[in-house]
């Protein structure tokens, strides 16, 4: 059973960064399939952005160059470096890994806010 906690999340002015971190645990092996989703009140949930199953990255159309995600797989950990923030980013923000199933954290809450 894989356990994802993430951490980073809080409030940050327009214009400003944060970075988010997600560290799986539960299993030796490395998990190639790991993403960042975020949920806006009243949204669907959709990718931020991820690892493939050929380690490749893909973003949502929305990051437009402002979001950088990356990993350090001897310790099953991805990162969301999350730049020129907006008020519309304001969002709760979800680790995800597949691994033999769907597996979700808790979820971070991240507010854009002047």
């Known amino acids: 059973q894989v356990q994802l906690v993430e951490s980073g999340g809080g409030l940050v002015q327009p214009g400003g960064s944060l970075r988010l971190s997600c560290e799986a645990s539960g299993t030796p092996f490395n998990i190639v399939v790991m993403a960042w989703y975020r949920q806006a009140p009243g949204k669907q949930r959709e990718l931020v952005a991820g690892?493939?199953?050929?380690?490749?990255?893909n973003y949502g159309d929305f990051v437009k160059g402002r979001f950088t995600i990356s990993r350090d797989n001897g310790k099953n950990t991805v990162r969301l470096q999350m730049n020129t923030l907006k008020p519309e980013d304001t969002a709760v923000y979800y680790c995800?890994?597949?691994?033999?199933?769907?597996?979700w954290g808790q979820g971070t809450q991240v507010t854009v806010s002047s």
């Open positions: 690892f493939t199953t050929l380690g490749t990255t």
């Open positions: 995800y890994a597949k691994f033999g199933g769907d597996f």
